[in-house]
């Protein structure tokens, strides 16, 4: 036999080898990457990248996989193919075959764009991509009932340390107005100039920030709403778990221009110039954390109603931050009580960190409420709460607030509209039979400006984490008896630290200024666990201009009579209660200065409460 002849046989013999095996192994491939596909359809962020496809089924021959009946929502979505070649260990090299670019269909609806690609490696274990490359530009959708969607460019890079998403020019509309009296408006429109969202991690696990987006943002998230709070929790914690707790490191971004909604239904109005939330974390264990929320040109209108802010923001930063006992005890506190188990879990998730800060302002705040009449407006508002030392006996809590410009007007009732009756009893006699009056007197009474700062020292933290790990939860127990001693031992349990080391509340800073009056408030009060005033302190105010408010209450009194109708009398018997209430509070004060007066009120260690050093049963 020639060596020509022997070399076309072995070929041969190895081909029909290789034949066989294609023949045996490849329904199984072609199966498993079927499956790997059709688990994925309907899934935002999931192999499709941003946007999720359905189709009725999936054909696979060779490394291509076809999608039967392709759709994207209700839009036919014509030919779409993927290459996925299996990478093993659960990887897949995926590429964009075809894409929709050009599809029109019998029924009016239609999707074009200009590009449409996508390429990545796909980790079934995570269910995320470990690195993608994906690209959408002058994206068109149109449904048959009419609805239409664009985007003019959506961008989207990930790798095993992060993602960045870009989003450009996107807008969408449909629904129908009522065509007679009764009939749903169903209209909505949104558009939205630019998102951007980015984010970095490091040291966490290959492919997680994308599976993690994913997990957060796609139909197995948003359905898990339907399927109870435990599925909803479950998905929601896969986030920290999957991105946050492996992270040594990680910083996001997400950035919002040019926003505006329209939804028929509320005849509801939306409006935002900007809108971004920086966030960081940092730590392996405990983690150092923030947050940072900003927005500005904000307007909403829904009916007769509005509100709106020039500028916002808020940030929240934490110390030592237990994220994964808070993931774990939230988890637990949705399902059945385990014998032995207690409430600590309150604490792990409540009190997850040793210290947190919120820092908050708005400029040209206001809002207002129709069917109440009136709306509330404020130049600048200011806040900030600080918490530390929360594992500590000895936890300290700061409030502080500020608001200034406050402005409480009267709003003329559209034609038609009766406002609705606000109730509270003890009130609407003193005030004439209403809660709120848009008379310039009650206007006076308003304050402009307004601060306030609150300290609480001393709060026992070890010691409340120690009483809650001693309470059982309920079902924990069988027996009564001993349920019945866990709840007394944890009740006094509760008391005791307050007697050890009671906290102690300070008032200071605290000032209301109006257009007749200004009022001062500082003080300290020693909590204790005693009824009936659970502690003593002192505090302190001073009022400057009752004189004023008197004289203006007098003045409409007077002008109300002389007016001589119905509704007048009501503001003149409203007009002679401020006067008195002013003349009674004058005379209760010590004077200090010819306008001012000074109010001292002792809570007394035993049980008494005076006011400038005379128990207030006997005044």
Do not use: C
Request: aromatic share 6%; no cysteine.
């Amino acid at each position: 036999m020639s060596p020509l002849r022997l070399l076309t046989k072995i070929t041969s013999a190895l081909l029909a080898v290789s034949a066989v095996t294609q023949i045996a192994a490849s329904p199984a491939t072609a199966q498993g990457v079927g499956s790997v596909v059709e688990s994925e359809l309907r899934h935002t962020f999931g192999l499709f990248g941003p946007l999720a496809f359905d189709a009725d089924g999936v054909t696979v021959r060779d490394d291509v996989v076809s999608l039967r009946g392709a759709r994207y929502g209700s839009i036919p979505a014509g030919q779409v193919r993927l290459q996925v070649r299996s990478l093993g260990d659960q990887v897949y090299a995926v590429s964009s075959e075809e894409m929709p670019t050009s599809v029109r269909n019998a029924d009016g609806s239609s999707i074009t764009a200009a590009e449409w690609r996508l390429s990545g490696e796909w980790n079934d274990a995570i269910k995320g991509y470990q690195s993608l490359d994906y690209r959408i530009s002058d994206l068109q959708m149109t449904t048959a009932s009419g609805g239409f969607y664009l985007a003019g460019e959506v961008v989207m890079r990930a790798d095993q340390n992060g993602y960045a998403l870009r989003l450009s020019d996107l807008a969408g509309s449909g629904g129908a107005g009522p065509t007679a009296s009764g009939d749903p408006d169903t209209r909505f429109a949104l558009s939205i100039d630019n998102l951007i969202y980015e984010g970095r991690w490091t040291g966490g696990a290959a492919g997680a920030p994308y599976a993690s987006l994913g997990r957060s943002l796609d139909l197995r998230f948003l359905s898990a709403r339907d399927e109870g709070g435990d599925a909803l929790l479950a998905s929601t914690l896969a986030h920290l778990e999957n991105l946050y707790l492996p992270a040594s490191s990680s910083f996001t971004d997400l950035q919002v221009s040019g926003l505006s909604l329209f939804y028929g239904p509320q005849d509801l109005e939306i409006s935002l110039e900007g809108f971004s939330i920086p966030a960081s974390s940092k730590g392996d264990r405990l983690k150092t954390q923030m947050v940072n929320i900003a927005l500005n040109g904000l307007d909403i209108r829904r009916r007769e109603d509005f509100a709106g802010m020039a500028s916002g923001a808020i940030k929240i930063d934490l110390e030592g931050a237990d994220v994964e006992g808070f993931s774990e005890a939230l988890a637990s506190l949705f399902k059945p009580s385990e014998p032995g188990s207690n409430w600590s879990i309150l604490a792990d998730t409540l009190l997850f960190f040793d210290a947190m800060g919120i820092e908050g302002f708005a400029e040209d705040l206001v809002f207002a409420l129709p069917d109440r009449l009136f709306s509330l407006s404020m130049e600048q508002v200011q806040g900030a709460l600080g918490l530390t030392d929360m594992r500590l006996d000895g936890g300290f809590v700061t409030l502080r607030g500020q608001a200034k410009g406050i402005d409480l007007r009267a709003l003329n009732a559209p034609e038609g509209v009766e406002p609705d009756p606000i109730v509270i009893p003890g009130l609407v006699p003193v005030l004439g039979e209403r809660l709120i009056r848009f008379d310039p007197l009650s206007q006076s009474l308003v304050p402009n400006q307004f601060e306030s700062t609150v300290e609480v020292t001393g709060l026992p933290m070890a010691n409340l984490r120690q009483t809650l790990s001693s309470l059982p939860r309920d079902g924990s127990i069988q027996d009564p008896g001993a349920l019945l001693r866990s709840l007394v031992s944890g009740a006094l349990g509760m008391i005791t630290p307050f007697l050890i080391q009671p906290p102690r509340v300070s008032v200071s800073d605290t000032s209301a200024v109006a257009d007749d009056y200004t009022m001062t408030i500082m003080g300290e009060h020693q909590v204790m666990p005693i009824p009936p005033l659970f502690g003593f302190g002192s505090f302190t105010a001073t009022i400057a201009g009752l004189s004023q408010v008197e004289a203006r209450a007098n003045a409409t009194t007077d002008a109300a009579l002389a007016a001589d109708t119905e509704d007048e009398q009501g503001l003149a018997d409203y007009g002679r209660r401020i006067a008195g209430w002013a003349t009674r509070l004058r005379d209760l004060g010590t004077a200090s200065s010819s306008s001012e007066r000074t109010y001292v009120l002792e809570l007394t260690q035993f049980g008494e409460i005076e006011l400038n050093g005379t128990p207030l049963n006997q005044r």
